[in-house]
């Protein structure tokens, strides 16, 4: 768990933008996996949030989906 930013401002209207913190915090501790997010600019917080989400989301999927040109069991051992 990596998580290497800081909002420019703390709300992003009536949202908390520590709560976007929070929450990947809590997704990291249950996903058997790592996830690292590190800022390298920008001074929207909005923007960032919103990046955060989209970039992890569509992470998360690649990581899930299957891989049409794959064939056979995914085991280098050939079983499950």
């Known amino acids: 768990w990596v998580f290497d930013l800081e909002f ?3 709300k992003v209207g009536d949202f908390d933008t520590e709560l976007v913190i929070d929450f990947w915090q809590a997704v ?4 058997p996996g790592n996830i ?3 800022l390298h600019h920008g001074r929207n917080s909005h923007h960032i949030a919103e990046a955060i ?4 989301a569509r992470s998360l999927r690649m990581a899930v989906e ?4 794959e064939t056979g069991i995914p085991s280098t051992k050939g079983t499950l």
């Open 66 to 69: 299957i891989d049409p040109r």
């Open 8 to 10: 420019p401002t703390p």
């Open 53 to 56: 989400f989209k970039g992890l």
């Open 28 to 31: 990291a501790a249950t996903v």
């Open 36 to 38: 690292h997010v590190k």
